[in-house]
């Protein structure tokens, strides 16, 4: 059995972070069944910066987790994973990083094993394409060769202090957020066209406190407190303009009380070493599993897109 990653405390993985029982969150307001009615696919991945030169580094990750003891094999992987996801994503994922001259991989691992075992392993799974054909090909790494293939890919060591993550999305990653191979950080969303262009990345911000969700914005985050989590954001943005798509950085605030009735959306850009904002407002939160509102969300931020261009 497969399954995708998925986000929690990395010392109980039963904690979940809070979400908003009335609104949800925007994971569920643009995932591809509302993208797909504006023909619109969108994708979140794991993505490098090599911070040697702040430069994009072209591989594009994608965790999944099996749960049975011991190996997996190539036919167990293509068959388990079509019980929990859609190989057309994957297919168009693929797609998405060749338009922007990104190899794509699977990260395939069980997330039971006890990563400080030297004996511990993973699997990297290259997808390829030949004549219109989608294949697989294995490589199967020790922990320390993981690594070592992390650090490399960072363009050297790189660690976030000794406390590590309070939240990961498996335990592989709160594991390598102890060490000098921190595991690389992720893209909320990528919206692309049916030609698999990239028309805007979007950064999910969630909201915990009472405070007025008017207040939120970047400079609360930057430089002081996420300065890693954005510089990444604008050079991968600087990279996709760099291969002839000029795409909008776009940040959502979402609250996680019931207080709050309003989301955010702000666009940035990255000049001078700091970000200017050039867009924002503030919408009315949509109704969790209301179709038609997360639809009003999506046409919003196409709006918005086309307005602040």
């Known amino acids: 059995m497969i399954h995708t990653a998925y986000l929690a405390r990395c010392d109980n993985r039963k904690s979940m972070p809070r979400t908003n029982p009335q609104a949800g969150a925007p994971e569920q307001w643009l995932d ?3 993208l797909r009615t504006m023909n619109l696919n969108g994708f979140s991945f794991d993505f490098f910066i090599n911070w040697a030169n702040n430069t994009f580094t072209p591989e594009t990750w994608f965790k999944v987790i099996y749960t049975q003891d011991g190996e997996c094999t190539i036919e167990q992987f293509i068959e388990d994973i079509t019980h929990c996801c859609s190989w057309q994503y994957f297919y168009n994922l693929y797609e998405f990083s060749q338009r922007i001259g990104s190899d794509f991989y699977f990260i395939l691992f069980n997330d039971e094993q006890d990563w400080s075992d030297n004996n511990s392993f993973l699997y990297k799974v290259k997808l390829t394409k030949n004549n219109n054909n989608y294949s697989v ?7 320390n060769d993981f690594k070592q293939n992390i650090i490399n890919l960072s363009g050297g060591p790189v660690q976030i202090g000794s406390k590590g993550l309070m939240y990961g999305t498996s335990r592989l990653e709160c594991h390598l957020s102890h060490t000098t191979s921190l595991y690389p950080g992720d893209a909320d969303l990528i919206l692309t066209n049916t030609n698999h262009e990239p028309i805007a990345i979007l950064e999910f911000k969630k909201h915990n406190l009472a405070t007025n969700m008017e207040n939120e914005n970047i400079h609360n985050y930057y430089p002081s407190r996420d300065k890693r989590k954005y510089d990444r954001l604008a050079i991968m943005q600087n990279y996709i303009s760099q291969m002839g798509f000029n795409v909008p950085l776009l940040v959502l605030y979402y609250p996680t009380k019931t207080m709050h009735t309003k989301w955010k959306l702000e666009q940035i850009e990255y000049q001078n070493d700091n970000f200017t904002v050039t ?4 919408f009315p ?5 209301n179709e038609k509102n997360y639809r009003t969300v999506l046409h919003t931020i196409l709006t918005k897109i086309q307005e602040w261009s």
Do not use: A, H, M
């Not at 090909?137 to 922990?143: C, G, M, R, S, V």
């Not at 939160?285 to 599993?289: D, F, H, K, R, Y």
């Open 32 to 34: 591809n069944n509302i």
């Open 137 to 143: 090909d294995f490589d199967k790494l020790t922990i």
């Open 279 to 282: 867009g924002s407002e503030l």
């Open 285 to 289: 939160l949509p109704v969790i599993n």
